[in-house]
């Protein structure tokens, strides 16, 4: 879902930013594997309840277009209650996105 053959992958310096945000680790992995398969995104981040208190939440990035359409089918797959929330930052400031993707 990165960047196919002969294509270049995303900077992360560029494009729309996606986080969602989940109650438990299974269903941030479930939602994130369904994101990156759904749209043409880069999975920027993954954090899996160590210091969340059993939440679990993921960064994706691309063009805005393909971060609402990952975000959205994360969302789809996503069950019981288990969705914090989610956000879409268009045009996320340089400072942000560097505090954001931080390691």
């Known amino acids: 879902s990165a960047a196919r053959a002969g294509e270049r992958e995303p900077d992360p310096g560029e494009g729309a930013l996606g986080i969602l945000e989940t109650f438990s680790v299974c269903a941030a992995l479930l939602a994130a594997d369904r994101a990156v398969k ?3 995104v880069v999975l920027r981040q993954l ?3 160590r210091g969340l208190g059993g ?3 993921f960064v994706i990035s691309g063009e805005l277009h393909q971060v609402e ?3 959205e089918a994360g969302r789809a797959i996503i069950h019981d209650g288990m969705l914090l929330t989610t956000e879409i930052i ?3 400031h340089a400072d942000l996105r560097r505090a954001l993707l931080a390691p």
Do not use: M, V
């Open 69 to 71: 359409a990952g975000i």
């Open 38 to 40: 759904a749209a043409e």
């Open 90 to 92: 268009a045009r996320p």
């Open 47 to 49: 954090r899996l309840a």
């Open 55 to 57: 939440r679990a939440y």
